[in-house]
Every structure is written in structure tokens, then in C-alpha cells.
């Protein structure tokens, strides 16, 4: 009965009655400690990829008398295709037993020119992309592209006369030479290499250089090998280099020279010629990729857009290339003996088994 001291609704109106207030969730130990490592692991991974590696130790025991390379160029993207790249050369070099050398075959650096020495854009797209048991222990020796040349030349040059971050990047001069392996007091190869974006004036400058150094006093080199960026000879989108080819292409034939290692175009490319050295494009190393017309694998030994590499090993006998997709595994293999008495046309033929030897 109301007796006129409490709200006859208030024991039946369910909204009017008060309810617990809820307690508030909490962040459970564990999940705290995943974040706390998470967020370490983030930061260590940055701190790694932003500091420069110490100075590389170079590998010992190698055998002088093989020598193997990987050659790629337009890799300088800073892309995931880059990474994907280099550790697909880590995977091969594993697979093969090592590696003695990478050859860069220009574009470096695409985008804003290089700021100086210790521009961290070195750590993102040089240092820290290849790095493993075997790419961080064997010297790179680079060229210029025409993305590096002129507005990063001289930065890319210092980097190396000044031996910074790990001094595995060698470029010493716009042109210069090296020398691998020894047989019976035989250079087993000697490459020159090119600053191909020069103008007219510094290409007919190179052309001399090559003349020079293949023909220079002492012990001839075994195998002969130019690396540039441009090649002369391109069934891609970028064609054939007229100034190239009426520039170099006499120093090259009377030089006698094997390969010419290039890129340029972003794909991957065999061509030869009678009479000419076989023109070896390697341009997948992580920028897009350029389309291949349809004729291109009918007048190539070997046409494919695709990411990847080439491998090239060293022999007094024989040279062996190998064309490596970006997972580092090996596709259309050929071999030159050393014994055949022609150019690279007749004399480079399509193997069976395009892995290379172990080194």
C-alpha cells in the first residue's frame, strides 16, 4: 500500500534501479610484453638498416684459377624487388659454394641525387640490401648509369676513394680496370669498366682505354670482358646505340674482347653477332621491368622480362653463364671453351644444366 514515503514505480521500473558500474578491462601481462618486444624489434631493425656495417673481411681460401660473378644493374630502386633480388644472389651463392664478386652495372641510385657520403639512401639501397654470409664478404665493383651520371657521379666516386661504410663498393675512377684470378701467370680475366652516359669526347677516351689495356705489356688476360650500363646491342625498348656501337664497337673487336656486361633495359638479354662479343644484358636487379617485343626471342640466344641476375664463372677451359630468376634459382645456362675458334657466335652455346659449377 502507498503510504506516501516511497515511489509506488521505483521497485518496478527496471531503469530507474541502478546498475553496477562495469570494470574496466585490462591489458593482460602478456600482451603487454608482446607489444614491448614488438616495438624493440622494430626499433632495432631500423637502428640496423640506418647504421653503416663495419669495414667486410674478405673471403680466404679462394682457388685463383675460377672466379665467379653475379652482374646486375638497375637495381637501385630501394624497392622490395631489390631485396628480393639479393637474397636470391645469397640463395646462389650458397648454392654454388660462393662468389668472388658482384658486377653493378649502373642506375645506382634512382630518384633525388645522392646528398654526400653518408646520405642514408647508401645503407637502404646498397649496404643493408646486400648483405648475407657471402655478399657481405666479397667486394661490388660498380659503373655509372645515366641515373647516377652526372648528378651522383661524384658522390658514388667518393664513396669509394674514402673506403666508407663497409668498402665493399669499388668504383675508383668514371673508367677503370681489374684484374681476377691467376693461371700459369695469366690474368684469368681482366674487365674494364665503362662510363658508357659520357659524352662523345670521354667515350672515344674509353675506346682507347680499352685498347690500351688489353694490349698493355705482360701476361694477356685469358677471358676479356667489358662492363658499361649501355650496351650498343639492345633488342629491348631502348634499341640499339648508334653512338655506341661507331665508338666502341672497333676498340671492342680489335681488343678482342668476349662479353660486354650491361643493363639498361629492365629485362634480360643473350645477343651475338658475327664478329662481335656477345652482348650480355642483366638490367632486372629491381626497377619495373620493360616488355620485350616478340621478336626479340627470335634473334637472342635468350630474351625474358623478368627479375634476376647472371652468374658468370671463370675458367681457363671455358666460361659458363647462367641467367638466375629473382628466388636465385638458375635458367638457360650456356658455356664458351676457350678452345673455340671463333667469336662468341658459334662459340657460346646453350647448356643443358644452366646452375654453375661450385666455386
Not at 36 to 61: C, F, N
Not at 81 to 100: K, L, T
Amino acid at each position: 500500500m502507498f503510504d506516501g514515503t516511497s515511489d509506488p514505480l521505483s521497485s518496478s521500473n527496471p531503469s530507474s534501479s541502478k546498475r553496477p558500474g562495469r570494470r574496466p578491462r585490462r591489458i593482460g601481462r602478456g600482451l603487454v610484453v608482446s607489444l614491448v618486444l614488438l616495438v624493440s624489434a622494430v626499433a632495432g631493425a631500423i637502428a640496423w638498416l640506418l647504421t653503416p656495417p663495419p669495414p667486410y673481411t674478405p673471403l680466404t681460401g679462394q682457388d685463383p684459377q675460377k672466379v665467379a660473378l653475379f652482374a646486375l644493374g638497375d637495381q637501385g630502386s630501394g624497392d622490395l624487388q631489390q631485396w628480393r633480388v639479393a637474397m636470391g644472389m645469397e640463395r646462389a651463392a650458397e648454392r654454388n659454394g660462393g662468389v668472388n664478386g658482384v658486377l653493378l652495372l649502373g642506375d645506382n641510385f634512382y630518384g633525388p641525387a645522392l646528398k654526400g657520403t653518408s646520405d642514408r639512401t647508401w645503407q637502404l639501397r646498397f649496404e643493408r640490401v646486400y648483405w648475407g654470409k657471402w655478399l657481405s664478404h666479397v667486394p661490388f665493383y660498380a659503373v655509372l648509369g645515366n641515373h647516377d651520371f652526372p648528378k651522383s657521379s661524384s658522390v658514388e666516386l667518393a664513396y669509394s676513394r674514402e673506403a666508407r661504410g663497409s668498402r665493399r663498393w669499388q668504383m675508383p675512377d668514371y673508367f677503370y680496370t681489374r684484374d681476377f684470378g691467376l693461371v700459369d701467370g695469366r690474368p684469368l680475366l681482366r674487365v674494364v669498366f665503362l662510363n658508357s652516359s659520357a659524352p662523345r669526347e670521354g667515350l672515344l677516351q674509353q675506346a682507347e682505354f680499352i685498347r690500351q689495356t688489353f694490349s698493355a705489356p705482360g701476361p694477356a688476360p685469358i677471358w676479356k670482358v667489358v662492363a658499361a650500363h649501355i650496351p650498343p646491342r639492345n633488342l629491348g625498348d631502348h634499341g640499339n646505340d648508334d653512338a655506341l656501337l661507331g665508338d666502341l664497337l672497333p676498340a671492342l673487336q680489335q681488343s678482342g674482347v668476349d662479353l660486354y656486361v650491361a643493363a639498361h633495359d629492365h629485362d634480360q638479354q643473350l645477343i651475338v653477332r658475327p664478329g662481335e662479343p656477345a652482348w650480355v644484358i642483366s638490367g632486372g636487379g629491381g626497377q619495373k621491368l620493360d616488355a620485350l617485343p616478340p621478336s626479340a626471342s627470335q634473334e637472342a640466344l635468350y630474351a625474358a622480362s623478368r627479375p634476376g641476375f647472371t652468374g658468370l664463372q671463370f675458367t681457363a677451359q671455358r666460361v659458363q653463364l647462367a641467367y638466375y630468376d629473382e628466388n636465385g634459382k638458375p635458367d638457360h645456362g650456356f658455356a664458351w671453351n676457350r678452345n673455340c675458334p671463333w667469336m662468341a657466335k658459334g662459340c657460346l652455346l646453350p647448356e643443358t644444366d644452366g646452375q654453375l659449377a661450385g666455386n
